[in-house]
């Protein structure tokens, strides 16, 4: 996993946001699965599963992306790294939206829907 360079981090110092994005980022690697099997999530509905696949594709997207921004910062290269940490919050707020979209419905009375 790429982490930021020392010079990076020495022009960061005066907070532990370095220490603070190392930290996050391998807490989502630790969120990757190496397989998941649809019909143990739900033996009657595709949906769990879709909604796994796509938390599960999110997170890989995240990581790369979050990496990819990274060794751009190390490079200096302002322009993309911004336009790459955008995408890696876009993609987490994807997955935020879709986390709580089934968090309400499975919560709520519209777990009719689910079908």
Do not use: F, W
């Not at 990757?32 to 009657?44: A, N, R």
């Not at 796994?52 to 921004?69: C, F, N, P």
């Amino acid at each position: 996993m790429h982490t930021l360079s020392a010079a990076v981090r020495q022009t960061h110092a005066h907070d532990n946001r370095c220490d603070e994005i190392d930290a996050a980022l391998a807490e989502l690697a630790q969120r990757k699965v190496q397989e998941i099997d649809g019909y143990l999530l739900s033996p009657v509905s595709s949906l769990p599963s879709k909604i796994a696949d796509l938390l599960q594709l999110g997170t890989r997207r995240a990581i790369d992306l979050a990496e990819a921004a990274i060794r751009e910062m190390n490079l200096q290269q302002v322009n993309s790294s911004c336009l790459l940490a955008r995408a890696v919050l876009e993609t987490c707020c994807l997955m935020l939206y879709v986390s709580e979209q089934v968090r309400q419905t499975v919560q709520g009375a519209r777990k009719s829907r689910l079908r």
